[in-house]
């Protein structure tokens, strides 16, 4: 898996970073030669001040006849505001834990697109930790994703993923 890492104050990514996996021979699976393997998806960590990101893709390969390769990792820490559109850590394997994990942390939390870890069978992680305001009212996220909540008085870590449409974040966690 290769690792991407930027460390910046001021972020603004208006276009897409992709580090997906590499793709394979479509019409034959020999895992001993690496022959139809797809490659798995890559680590992205962004480490900032303030950040805005429009695309992250750290899926597996799109072909291979082996019909496998594991989606990667995507990391987005901030210590003030975090505004995020799309990022996808999709993975093709057959097993469980093949999706990627995506995981966002920022004082101020904002998404407002879709958070996908998911290839329908098989679901990835997703983390959203946030210290003052978290709005994923928009968002499509798959799977639902684990929300924190830390400041100064305490930190809320819920055990289950929690199912956006079934709590208002905001009023519902006071610490």
């Not at 972020?11 to 022959?35: E, L, Q």
């Not at 995020?84 to 995981?103: E, K």
Request: charged letters at 15%.
């Amino acid at each position: 898996m290769k690792h991407f890492q930027l460390n910046a104050t001021l972020v603004n990514i208006t276009g897409s970073v992709i580090a997906i996996g590499g793709n394979a021979d479509s019409d034959t699976c020999t895992v001993s030669n690496n022959w139809g393997v797809r490659g798995i998806g890559g680590k992205i960590t962004i480490n900032s001040l303030i950040a805005e990101v429009n695309t992250i893709n750290v899926s597996s390969g799109g072909i291979g006849f082996c019909d496998d390769g594991n989606g990667g990792k995507a990391i987005i820490n901030t210590t003030n505001t975090l505004t995020v559109y799309r990022v996808s850590a999709l993975g093709n394997a057959t097993v469980a834990d093949s999706s990627g994990n995506i995981t966002l942390r920022g004082h101020d939390l904002f998404v407002y697109d879709t958070l996908d870890a998911s290839n329908g069978t098989y679901r990835g992680k997703i983390i959203l930790e946030y210290n003052n305001t978290i709005n994923i009212t928009n968002a499509t996220i798959s799977p639902n994703p684990f929300i924190i909540k830390e400041n100064e008085f305490g930190r809320i870590e819920f055990a289950d993923a929690i199912n956006k449409t079934s709590i208002d974040i905001n009023s519902s966690i006071n610490i």
